[in-house]
Nanobody, 122 residues
Framework: QVQLVESGGGLVQPGGSLRLSCAAS???????MGWFRQPPGKEREFVAA????????VYADSVRDRFTISRDSAGNTMSLEMNSLKAEDTAVYYC????????????????WGQGTQVTVSS
């Protein structure tokens, strides 16, 4: 059974940092993984993705150079390091298992976590 559990969300001031984690159980060998977010009242949007084999990373323009996605060698844990946070980063963040391209689409992912809230506010 595939399960994904996010953690690490919370309240942070603008300019601050947070590190999200995604604990994965089940089959993740040869699958890419990704982070998405859903701001209040908006559609779920792509944040970042990482491939299984070479650890190739892809980022949304809005987070490039501020966020870093990584996963451990066993593929059981994925992280999202978020720096220089802005109010517009406020959202529920989800991790997901990817099974096809393109990695930027929600339809390319088949299993999702329950989400963790990130609030950026002074």
């Amino acid at each position: 059974q595939v399960q994904l559990v996010e953690s690490g969300g919370g309240l942070v001031q603008p300019g601050g940092s947070l590190r999200l984690s995604c604990a994965a159980s089940g089959s993740f060998n040869h699958y890419g993984m990704g982070w998405f977010r859903q701001p209040p009242g908006k559609e779920r949007e792509f944040v970042a993705a990482i491939t299984w084999d070479f650890g190739i990373t892809v980022y949304a323009d809005s987070v490039r150079d501020r966020f870093t996605i990584s996963r451990d060698s066993a593929g059981n844990t994925m992280s999202l390091e978020m720096n220089s946070l802005k109010a517009e980063d406020t959202a529920v963040y989800y991790c997901a298992r990817g099974f096809q391209s393109p990695v930027t689409l929600t339809a390319s992912y088949d299993y999702w976590g329950q989400g963790t809230q990130v609030t950026v506010s002074s």
